[in-house]
């Protein structure tokens, strides 16, 4: 079954701006982590936060995640026109058996 | 170098072909994955390995048969291919089985698009 699901499904913005993805759960996890895939391309790992962080930052990226809420938040900050991807979240489920699931992918559009 | 390299980038077939994709990663790590992406983009875990053995077969029909040679490789074999098996097939690889490590990142061959006319 899916586990990760984000928020919006599509975005688009102007160059310059700052890009918010979301990502909701189901289960307890034991990190969540982000993933950018380029058109025709493979996915590329960009992040990952454990479930006893709340914030971690990575050049332009800043990830939140709120495990009261089961979700996460992936910001872009200054968007290039190279951002445009579909960026997704994956989650390593905690306890006994750990599988990482990917949700379905929010497709950014950054217009020049 | 290219970390993780899969052949061929794109496949297309007659329905009840038999086919198979190759993936080999230089990264010298223990874990390897094949996935499935379909239309919506969901990507879906088919199968794991770990050191050549067997860790993940996620209720995958049995015309999906993978073998890995060694732990740099592992490739997927499709028997009798169905309209449905039109998808991209990625395989990934990670340092350690993410049953017994999940704090690691996968890395990620470019796909075989397969398409089953």
């Known amino acids: 079954s899916q586990q990760g699901e984000e928020d919006p499904q599509a975005l688009s913005i102007q160059e310059g701006e700052n890009a918010t993805m979301n990502c909701s759960y189901k289960?307890?996890?034991?990190?969540l982590q982000w993933y950018r895939q380029n058109s025709g391309r493979g996915l590329v790992h960009l992040i990952l936060?454990?479930?006893?962080?709340r914030e971690k930052h990575s050049g332009r990226l800043r990830v939140t995640l709120d495990t009261s809420k089961k979700s996460s938040s992936l910001l872009i900050t200054a968007s290039r026109a190279a951002d445009t991807a579909s960026y997704f979240c994956?989650?390593?489920?905690?306890?006994?058996?750990?599988?990482?699931?990917f949700g379905i992918g929010t497709k950014l559009q950054v217009i020049p | 170098d290219t970390a993780v390299s899969q052949t061929p980038k794109y496949l297309v077939t007659q329905m009840g072909n038999d086919k198979s994709i190759k993936c080999e990663q230089n990264l010298g790590h223990d874990t390897m994955y094949w996935y499935k992406q379909d239309s919506k983009k969901f990507l879906k875990i088919m199968f794991s390995y770990n050191n050549k053995e067997l860790i993940i077969n996620e209720t995958v029909p049995n015309r999906f048969s993978p073998k890995s040679p060694d732990k740099a490789h592992l490739n997927l074999h499709i028997n009798s291919l169905e309209l449905g098996d039109s998808a991209v097939y990625f395989c990934?690889?990670?340092?350690?089985?993410?049953?017994?490590?999940?704090?690691?990142?996968?890395?990620f061959g470019d796909g075989t698009r397969l398409s089953i006319l």
């Open positions: 936060i454990r479930s006893n962080e």
């Open positions: 994956a989650t390593a489920n905690s306890g006994g058996y750990q599988k990482v699931t």
């Open positions: 289960t307890s996890i034991n990190n």
């Open positions: 990934a690889s990670s340092q350690d089985w993410q049953g017994r490590n999940s704090n690691q990142p996968q890395h």
